[in-house]
């Protein structure tokens, strides 16, 4: 049970977060420079390579981006020559997003940023795995009560 006491700065589990956030962006940055990209530049490639031809409004949903911060990045990548945003003939108000050659190749260079990422973590792949499932959960239980929030606000 949460009290009112005062918390120290320290023991905020958002304080913790923000910080182990910058940490790895910090351990990411050296590794995705090689490949010339930004880590939420990265994050989209990901993306991407597990499931080409997306939308980007399920690219969104996937990275938990809006379109005002995906787009910008979006024609970034496509200025780079790494993706196409094509628009459906079925539906022109549908994109969606194609590797090029050169986006398709890049995956080989970034095979080796999990595993240095891993490295850096100290962690075995089970703590990673359990890590990894606990702040989703944690990510879910705080979405939905922001959306309850939102709801119970707007009413």
């Known amino acids: 049970m949460v009290t009112t006491k005062e918390i120290a700065l320290e023991e905020m589990l958002c304080f913790s977060l923000y910080t182990a956030a910058h940490a790895m962006n910090r351990v990411y940055k050296p590794l995705l420079e090689k490949l010339g990209l ?24 996937t990275l938990f981006l809006d379109s005002g911060t995906l787009t910008p ?41 999990p595993a240095r990422v891993a490295q850096a973590a100290g962690c075995g792949s089970t703590e990673l795995a359990r890590l990894t499932r606990e702040i989703r959960d944690l990510r879910a239980r705080l979405d939905t009560f922001a959306d309850t929030a939102e709801t119970a606000a707007a009413s």
Request: proline share 5%.
């Open 38 to 61: 930004t880590y939420p530049q990265y994050l989209v490639m990901r993306a991407l390579w597990a499931s080409e031809g997306q939308t980007v409004k399920a690219l969104g949903q």
């Open 73 to 113: 990045l979006l024609k970034r990548l496509e200025a780079a020559g790494l993706v196409r945003r094509m628009r459906n003939p079925a539906d022109e108000r549908e994109l969606r997003l194609e590797l090029t050659e050169a986006g398709r190749a890049l995956q080989d260079s970034a095979r080796p940023v």
